[in-house]
C-alpha cells in the first residue's frame, strides 16, 4: 500500500498487509454481525469461535501434543517471567512437600538480556533458589562480557550444569536484544542441550519462544512443561500472550498455598486460565482475532515448513551480505549462534550507524535502531517481511558498502 514502510523493527512488528486489511473490516463489522471486533463481547459465540480457531491453528501448526494446553493470556512475555516461578513452585511444592525453599532450585540458562531479566525476576520473588546453569558472556572470546555465543555442550566442553531435580529449567530459545539464537540443526553445537538435561518423564523445562514463535518448529516441542511467547513479533498486535503448557503443570496453586507455596495472583494462575477456557477476564480480543488471521494466511500459504524456509533463506542473505561487505559491518554475534529473527551488526567508522539508518529510512526501510542497551544496527526479520523485502534491504546494504569504502 501506498505509504507505508518495509518495518524492521524488533516488536511490536510488522503484520501481513493483506491482513491488516482485513482486519480493518473487522474492526468496523466482526463475521456479519454489524458489530467491530474491539466492540464486540468476548462471550459472543462469534467471538467463542475466533478464540477456538486460534487455539486450533496453534495446534495443527505447531503439532502441539494432546498432553499440551494451549492458553492464552495477558502481559507479555514479562508477566510469564514471574507466572512460571509462581506456577512451578507451586507444582513443586505439591509434589515435594517435606522441601525447604532453599532446597527448591530454579535452573536459568543464560544467553542474554531476556534470560537476564527472567532470571532476576525469579531470585526476586523467592521461594526457591536459583542456579545459573550457564552464563553464556563466560564463553566470550571477545570480552568475556558480551552475550555473543551459544555455550558448547560437546563431550569434551560441556558447559551445562543442571540440577537433579529442579522446580524449573529456563532458557530463553531467541535473545531478541543480543540477536543469539540456540541453533535449530540438532547436530550443531550451538543447538540446546536437550541431551544433558536431567532424565525424567516430565520435566519442568520452560522455553521462552517470544521472538521466535512461529518461525520455524520447536525442537522437542513435547518435552516442554512451558512454552510462551507474546504475539508481537510474528503473529499479532501486542497484548495476547500464548502458553502451551503440559497439563501436569497445571496445578491447584491454592492447595500448594496451604502447604507454604507463595500464593498466585488469579490471573497468573494456568489453572484459572485452563479452566476457564482462557476467557477468566477479559481477553485482548482484538489481538487474538488478528493473530488468528496471520495464521490462517500462514496455513495457506503452506504451514510452519513454508515460513521455516523463506526464514532461513532471509536470514543466511544478510548474513552473506555482512560477511562479504569486507569489515565495513561487522556481526556481533558468533556465527554458529546467529539469529534467523534479530540480525545484529555494527558499521565501522564514526557515525557510520547514523548514517546507515538514515541512508536506509530515505528508502522506506525502518526501524534498525539497534536496541538502546546494544547500540549498533538490529534488522528484524519476521515472517512477515518477505524474501524481496529481504533483498531490497540487501541492495542497500551493497550500495552502502560500496559507497563506504
Ligand atoms: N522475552 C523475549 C525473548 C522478548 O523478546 C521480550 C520482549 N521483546 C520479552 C520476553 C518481554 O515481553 P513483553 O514486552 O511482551 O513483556
Aim: aromatic share 8%.
Amino acid at each position: 500500500m501506498e505509504g507505508r514502510s518495509i518495518n524492521f523493527g524488533a516488536g511490536p512488528s510488522a503484520l501481513p498487509e493483506d491482513v491488516l486489511q482485513e482486519a480493518a473490516k473487522g474492526l468496523l463489522n466482526f463475521e456479519g454481525t454489524g458489530i467491530g471486533i474491539a466492540e464486540i463481547s468476548h462471550r459472543s459465540k462469534e467471538f467463542g469461535a475466533c478464540l477456538s480457531k486460534l487455539e486450533s491453528h496453534i495446534r495443527t501448526l505447531l503439532d502441539v501434543p494432546q498432553t499440551h494446553s494451549i492458553l492464552f493470556t495477558q502481559g507479555g512475555g514479562s508477566a510469564q517471567f514471574s507466572a512460571i516461578v509462581l506456577n512451578l513452585l507451586a507444582r513443586h511444592r505439591l509434589l515435594h512437600p517435606e522441601l525447604k525453599d532453599e532446597e527448591r532450585v530454579m535452573d536459568y540458562v543464560i544467553t542474554g538480556s531476556w534470560s537476564q531479566k527472567a532470571a532476576a525476576e525469579a531470585r526476586r520473588l523467592g521461594g526457591g533458589k536459583v542456579n545459573v546453569v550457564v552464563d553464556s558472556r563466560e564463553f566470550s572470546t571477545k570480552d568475556k562480557k558480551s552475550f555473543d555465543n551459544i555455550p558448547p555442550h560437546g563431550d569434551n566442553n560441556n558447559a551445562y550444569k543442571f540440577s537433579p531435580d529442579p522446580a524449573l529449567i529456563f532458557y530463553c530459545e531467541n535473545e531478541t536484544v543480543d540477536g543469539v539464537q540456540f541453533a535449530h540443526d540438532q547436530a550443531s553445537p550451538a543447538s540446546f542441550p536437550f541431551h544433558r538435561l536431567p532424565q525424567s518423564a516430565l520435566l519442568p523445562l520452560v522455553g521462552d519462544h517470544s521472538s521466535s514463535f512461529m518461525s520455524r518448529s520447536i525442537p522437542h516441542l513435547a518435552d516442554h512443561a512451558v512454552i510462551y511467547a507474546g504475539a508481537q513479533k510474528n503473529i499479532g498486535p501486542a497484548g495476547l500472550t500464548i502458553i502451551i503448557v503440559r497439563q501436569d503443570c497445571i496445578v491447584d496453586v491454592d492447595a500448594a498455598a496451604k502447604l507454604g507455596a507463595s500464593p498466585v495472583p488469579i490471573t497468573m494462575s494456568y489453572k484459572t486460565l485452563a479452566d476457564h477456557g482462557s476467557l477468566y477476564n477479559t481477553p485482548s480480543t482484538l489481538a487474538i482475532y488478528v493473530a488468528g488471521l496471520v495464521l490462517q494466511r500462514m496455513k495457506n500459504m503452506g504451514g510452519l515448513e513454508y515460513y521455516e524456509n523463506v526464514n532461513r533463506a532471509k536470514q543466511a542473505k544478510l548474513y552473506n551480505a555482512i560477511e562479504e561487505s569486507e569489515g565495513i559491518l561487522r556481526r556481533k554475534v558468533r556465527e554458529d549462534a546467529g539469529s534467523w529473527m534479530n540480525v545484529v551488526f555494527d558499521v565501522a567508522g564514526d557515525g557510520a550507524d547514523t548514517r546507515f539508518i538514515a541512508g536506509a529510512d530515505k528508502l522506506g526501510m525502518k526501524a534498525m535502531k539497534g536496541h538502546r542497551s546494544a547500540g549498533g544496527i538490529r534488522v528484524s526479520l519476521y515472517n512477515a517481511i518477505s524474501e524481496k523485502e529481504t533483498d531490497q534491504l540487501i541492495e542497500y546494504i551493497k550500495e552502502f558498502v560500496r559507497q563506504e569504502k
